[in-house]
């Protein structure tokens, strides 16, 4: 018996100091309600769960697995907290999560989850918004509410988000349309005055011919720089 005490004792204290290291929001999730009834809650915690499995790998798996799967059907066992937040249009009920952190971290060793390397990267975003004839830098000063967006595209990541000032010397160094043609040593040439705490990343976001709005990224790393492409019906859509 005490031997067994001694076992659980030991595999708290592991999964608590592994969590400390993880830093702080990450046991959290934000999710969207049709409606605040028990049933929309309770229909709401694996989505919630999957979030939070997504911010300690800092990336969205490919495709889902039966561990995965399993796990996320127990998620309101794993439930410490919760609350109802409203929208910032107002139109929808959003929920709040919190999850018990040494439940949580050996649901995901259950379900396969890697953890993220700390410390976590800081991609330095170049984000441009617009076509060829009229394109513009998202700033952290922007109307168009896509600042917000990406900030919520890299919580729901854990991963920390990092936009250049824009200041004179930046849009003197870089161009919107050098961001649009993936150009790397204009990228790479403006981003050294930051300092070097993730990957650099280009954005160029564009609205096409049939309505949908396309992101097209360019990430420049140590080693040979990639590319993809993520779409939506709105900009929103398209970078998150």
Do not use: H
């Amino acid at each position: 018996m005490l031997i067994l005490l001694g076992q659980v004792l030991l595999a708290v204290a592991l999964a608590r100091a592994a969590m400390a290291d993880l830093g702080e929001g990450l046991t959290e999730a934000l999710v969207t309600l049709e409606s605040d009834s028990d049933q929309a809650r309770i229909s709401a915690f694996p989505r919630a769960l999957d979030q939070v499995f997504t911010k300690l790998s800092g990336q969205r798996p490919t495709q889902s697995s039966p561990m995965r799967e399993s796990e996320l059907e127990k998620a309101a066992l794993l439930v410490e907290r919760y609350r109802y937040r409203t929208s910032p249009s107002g139109q929808a009920t959003r929920l709040w999560v919190r999850f018990d952190e040494v439940a949580m971290l050996e649901s995901a060793r259950r379900a396969g989850v890697k953890l993220c390397a700390e410390p976590r990267p800081a991609p330095l975003l170049w984000v441009v918004l617009g076509s060829a004839a009229r394109a513009e830098f998202v700033a952290p000063d922007s109307e168009d509410g896509l600042y917000r967006t990406l900030q919520d595209a890299a919580w729901r990541r854990g991963l920390p988000l990092r936009l250049p000032l824009m200041d004179l010397e930046d849009r003197m160094r870089v161009k919107p349309e050098g961001v649009r043609s993936a150009d790397r040593r204009m990228l790479a040439a403006a981003s050294e005055r930051y300092p070097a705490s993730g990957p650099v990343v280009g954005v160029s976001v564009e609205q096409g011919e049939d309505g949908r709005w396309m992101a097209r990224w360019l990430m420049l790393n140590s080693g040979e720089p990639t590319g993809w492409r993520s779409g939506g019906m709105t900009p929103d859509e398209a970078l998150a």
